[in-house]
């Protein structure tokens, strides 16, 4: 797959870099968020069983008019149905809500302290297995939790998909899924806004004539084997967004942003969350 901003190539998949981020949305804003952003020329959408928008996703992909296999899926099995026989099902339920025989990309969306992880990326691996998914991987895994992922898996991981934006130090797992020829797909990438109001990330915007906001994608996406889902409901800011897909930053305008970075910047936290890095 050829995507304007690139792909991350693993496990013989072709990611495409830039991807469109659908929390918090259903119904019709999602169906129009997710045409408009794949006319946009995003070619990848990321969904959940968790978001309840599957049917809206698949709607929009449908609506854009682009052929099934010009647009990467992913969707993740939320944390309790991690067991072969809830995953397995869990799968299928959503596979006919997006209204696809298959997805890209079918990710854990969090670890769960009451199923082993052997045993969740044993029931990962036989959805790829199946045929149900292009390619597996995980969400909201700290560096140790890839390492046992990757010892259980008899397949190739893709990719973990976890929080990662200018304000969160990241090292640690980015080196573990490094390591292991995975990617990391950055949730959150935009900090829900926060960098609109970041001097440094204005600065550098202003000087490329583009928003904050593509300025750390470009940010995000220059770095190796990193992809970013930024979401929004809105088709004029989806366009605006897309600008990174051709930005690029100087040296020292990537040191400017690396220097926000900091291990307590994070967002999300829910009580349920691993320890993390
Ligand atoms: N695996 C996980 O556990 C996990 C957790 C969180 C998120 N995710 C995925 O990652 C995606 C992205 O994360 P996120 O949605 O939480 O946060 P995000 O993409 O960092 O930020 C989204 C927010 O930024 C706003 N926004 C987007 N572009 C803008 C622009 N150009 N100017 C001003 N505001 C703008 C959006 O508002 P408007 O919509 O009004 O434009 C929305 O409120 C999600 O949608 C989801 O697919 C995964």
């Not at 339920?93 to 298959?102: K, M, P």
């Not at 045993?119 to 560096?143: D, K, Q, T, W, Y």
């Not at 995975?182 to 990438?189: E, F, R, W």
Request: with cysteine; charged share 20%.
């Amino acid at each position: 797959m050829s995507a304007a901003g690139g792909t991350f190539d693993v496990a013989g998949v072709s990611i495409p870099k830039l991807g469109l981020g659908t929390f918090d949305m259903d119904g019709e804003a999602a169906v129009v968020a997710v045409s408009e952003g794949l006319k946009a020329g995003y070619r990848h959408v990321d969904t959940a069983e968790m978001y309840g928008n599957e049917r809206a996703v698949g709607e929009g992909i449908r609506a854009s008019g682009l052929p099934r296999e010009d647009v990467f899926v992913t969707t993740k099995v939320w944390h309790d149905h991690l067991t072969d026989h809830a995953m397995q099902s869990a799968a299928e339920a959503s596979l006919d809500r997006l209204g696809v025989g298959q997805v890209d990309l079918y990710l854990i969306h969090w670890p769960s302290p009451d199923v082993p992880v052997a045993e969740a990326v044993r029931a990962l691996c036989r959805i790829r297995h199946r045929g149900l998914a292009r390619a597996v991987g995980v969400s909201n895994f700290p560096a140790a939790l890839v390492e046992e992922a990757v010892a259980a898996a008899d397949v190739e991981l893709a990719v973990n998909q976890v929080e990662y934006h200018p304000y969160l130090d990241q090292d640690p797992v980015l080196s573990a899924v490094r390591r292991n020829g995975m990617g990391l797909i950055a949730y959150c990438p935009i900090a829900r806004g926060k960098v609109l109001r970041d001097e440094t990330i204005v600065g550098i915007a202003e000087r490329h004539g583009v928003s904050p906001v593509a300025v750390t994608l470009a940010w995000l996406i220059a770095q190796d084997g990193v992809i970013a889902i930024p979401k929004s409901r809105s088709p004029q800011r989806l366009r605006e967004n897309f600008a990174a897909a051709t930005l690029t930053l100087t040296t020292e305008e990537h040191a400017a942003i690396d220097a926000l970075r900091s291990p307590s910047g994070r967002l999300i936290d829910p009580d349920f969350a691993p320890a993390w890095d």
